[in-house]
């Protein structure tokens, strides 16, 4: 007995084909968060840790909006916990990054 192929590759009905397109969202977030390490690598730390905390925010849309298969990996538990997950953490960053005044960075 063999294992089922689930890698969508040679059923013929172009699910390999779209495969890919489950890493989307998490390739969106991921992005963000690069490009927030970015700027907080360029002194711009407030900017920077905003767009993390954005991107997070962002998960937290994508989640509500795609369903479990097409979430992919932004699907770690359950939509209501994944969702205030990331809403939580993501507006405690903004939070911190709009708030937080003075320091080595300011």
């Given amino acids: 007995m063999t294992a089922p192929d689930h890698s969508g590759r040679g059923t013929g009905d172009g699910a390999g084909r779209r495969a890919w397109l489950v890493h989307v969202p ?60 990331y809403v939580a953490l993501g507006g405690l960053i903004v939070f911190d990054a709009l708030t937080i005044t003075g320091g080595p960075f300011g």
Avoid: F, K, N
């Fill in 26 to 85: 998490l390739a969106a977030v991921l992005l963000l968060v690069a490009i927030g390490g970015i700027r907080i690598g360029q002194y711009h730390w407030r900017q920077g840790t905003a767009l993390i905390g954005g991107a997070l925010l962002v998960a937290a849309v994508l989640r509500v909006v795609l369903s479990d298969a097409q979430a992919g990996l932004l699907a770690i538990r359950g939509r209501v916990v994944d969702v205030l997950c």
